[in-house]
């Protein structure tokens, strides 16, 4: 059994989803496009940062059902797979309600054109989430569609994610027991590392990392999981060796700063461990096949790991190439399907 | 070969000269420019990065020791700027207890933090920085031989930088130059490049460490709301600079250069130097002159200093870290005196085995600080 955590479809056109949207949005976006906060231009990252063999005749890569099957789900005997597309990033930089008229539109089509297609499909739901009012709406529309399985945010936000600006949409996460899914990337008005701009690709891409662990620490820190017990948050696309090191750099930075966070009754590293999961992808590869298997016993990551391949993304991982290394079978098993199965609640 | 029990501590801290005490060294126009209140100091930025009151910024006995110092920003004290010229005799005294009379202490290199990153008007930033060097020449290192100093530089005016660091070159007390951890762009960005330069030129290491107050938010999604989430994030910051370092082709340009990382931790390098090492097998005909996995230059040109330690419960998995490292040569000591952290420095260093103990003890900072290294050539 393999579930698949990250793979993301795409309209073949923009205009194709526009199209779902009421005359006076799809009119704003033909005359003046999609707006918000620009990203700088960074030159190896493509068109859709895909795989070059991804594109089908028409359209963009995801974008084709079929071409899907072919290169993913039959190829590699996925069983469950969970959409997400990265046109949420545009969506969440818009004005409110254009972000929630967008979102709204990507949650119908993804109905209709993928979940109700293949029966392997599942999908996160995308929200407005910079607008908690806004977002909360959307979450209630597909709450009891049991095919949408979380609620999709982005990695860059306007803040940290633990901040109080996005609890009334734990609330409603917490409320329906839908995980919020935070994904890499997202344009949230802020540089895109923590130092500013930077000038290359990689730069951008490995700063997923940073992203990733920023929510970990604001989400713990704000106390997130004290207002939120039923809460549960899962990374996508930022490794996770570093887990078990920023869980001691918390707990030994608490066990000197915790007057600052009386809001926490207990140690840092214990909301993470109770609270987070991660996806795989883009694996990690330690020089030594032994030393994965120790940061996650250190991490204490063995039911927190979800498989994920990223398609139709360039840095995919294929599920027969990765997880091959020194991990025992038993491991394996709970990366595959069993973690995200007992996390979904699936049978 | 020096004593096996030797010690470098390579990250220790001097208390911060009150704007008062800068402008007796400085220029009469700037005096009349602090006295018409156009510019009070840097106090206030100095404090965001070390809060006074803080339980990581000092400790109780510290605070209480220096708190009657006049002229002086003391770690943990908020004072007047007065303009009367310090006295760190009090300071000296803890410094001396709590590390210069450590067994074995070779050299101990000290960072004066001001905070100039904050301020954006050039010739006031070029000439407070000049103005903290030689006082830090005068008032601290001329009190013991065994302490080194930073080099503070404008660091938001890269030339007038490189010119402080040119101005110090030939006073060997220097060994170092010093940058905070958050700047405004990555320092891997080609406008840093004349610091790198000029560090490089006169076997000065430059130093990122915790700290920078330069208006851009400290993550990648904006303010975060505690000053632990600041504390605990600084890690992150210091992944960003690393990254930009490595891939910018600074160390291709300049091959004398080297980098400490200093109280930014280093639990968190194998995970950065394997992410990097992957994406630079897809990515790297963007960035031809990164000839080499991006961690054979960090493992050649780069350490980190040990405190904070960021230690698990128990030591194996700590002991992993160190050696996902990839090298013996890698870590620095440091007290990190007299900030507060969980786990003693020297708890730590227990737990290494031997030959790694006396390398992070001493013979890795003796053989990557140019100037640290034993040599007839540098006199002071």
Redesign the interface.
Known sequence: LIIDFDVHQAPPTPKHLFGRMSPRWQRRLEQFELRGPREAHY??SGRFSTRADAWPEKGVPGSDLDLMREQLLDRYGINLAVLGTTLQIDAAAQPRDLGAAMTSAINDWTRSEWLDKDDRLLASICTPFEYGDAAVKEIERWAGDRRFVAVLFN?????????PKYWPIFEAAERHGLPIEVHVAGI????????????????N???H???M???V??LV??GVFERFPKLRVVLVEG?F??V???????D??????R???PHLSRPPSEYVSEHCWFTTQ?M????RAE?LT??I??GQLADRLLFSTDYPH??FDAPDAVLTSGLDEALKTKIRSENARLLLGLQ | MTAPDSLIDCDVHLPAPTPGTLLQEMAPHWREYFKAGTFQGTASLINSIYPPGAPTTSSDEVRAATSAQPGLRLVGMRDKADGIRSSGDAYFALLRENVLDQPGLEAAVANCYTALEGVRHPYLAADLATATNDWVAREWLARDPRLKGSIAVPVLFPEAAAKEVGRLAADAGFVQVLLPARSPEPYGTRRYWPIFAAAAEHGLVVALHFGGVVGIPPTSSGWPSYYIEEFVGMAQVFQAQVMSLLISGVFEEYPDLRISLCEGGFTWLPTLMWHLDKRWKGLRRDVPWVRREPSAYLRERVRATIQPVDAPPSPEPLLDIVSALGSDDFLLYASDFPHVHATAADEFVALLPANLRANVRSRTARSFYPRLTPQPALSR
Do not use: C, F
């Open positions: 030159s190896v990695g860059r936000t306007e803040r940290p994610l633990g901040n949230g008005g802020n540089l895109m590392t923590s130092v500013g701009l930077p000038t290359y690709y990689i730069e891409h490995t700063g990392l940073q992203d662990q920023t929510h620490v604001s820190l704000e490794g060796s570093w078990g090191p920023l869980k001691w750099r918390l030994r930075s608490w066990q000197v700063l007057d600052e966070v883009p990690e590869e330690p020089p030393q120790k940061l016993e250190a360039w840095d």
